[in-house]
């Protein structure tokens, strides 16, 4: 069993930055991979960024890349996203997601949240124009 607190969510002005931490507890040994997803209200669930726990390949949405950062400590089992130019449409839940049941391959496989074995409880991110 693997339990996963998000924290680091807030309400910024566009153009602003943040930081979101996830720590991961109990079951830990076998990560395969670590990500976040994003929900806003209304709409579907949707894959922000994912890191290779191992390895560290990272994968991201094209509507974030080049603005966030997914990072990890693997002797913390804690996985970050770094935000920075911030935009309206980024405000949503941000969750944390960990694979450590089927093992993903490529972006395909990344981004589908029904490959995600383990889900926090969700940060809000707001960011006001």
């Known amino acids: 069993q693997v339990q996963l607190v998000e924290s680091g969510g807030g309400l910024v002005q566009a153009g602003g930055s943040l930081r979101l931490s996830c720590a991961a507890s109990g079951s830990t040994f076998g990560t395969y991979a670590m990500g976040w997803f994003r929900q806003a209200p209304g709409k579907e669930r949707e894959f922000v960024a994912a890191?290779?726990?191992?390895?560290?390949?990272?994968y991201y949405a094209d509507s974030v890349k080049g603005r966030f950062t997914i990072s990890r400590d693997n002797a913390k089992n804690t996985v970050y996203l770094q935000m920075i130019s911030l935009r309206p449409e980024d405000t949503a839940v941000y969750y944390c997601?960990?694979?450590?049941?089927?093992?993903?391959?490529?972006?395909?496989?990344?981004?589908?949240?029904?490959?995600?074995?383990?889900w926090g409880q969700g940060t809000q991110v707001t960011v006001s124009s």
């Open positions: 997601a960990e694979q450590n049941r089927v093992y993903c391959s490529g972006y395909g496989c990344y981004s589908d949240h029904r490959r995600w074995d383990y």
């Open positions: 890191i290779r726990w191992s390895y560290g390949t990272t």
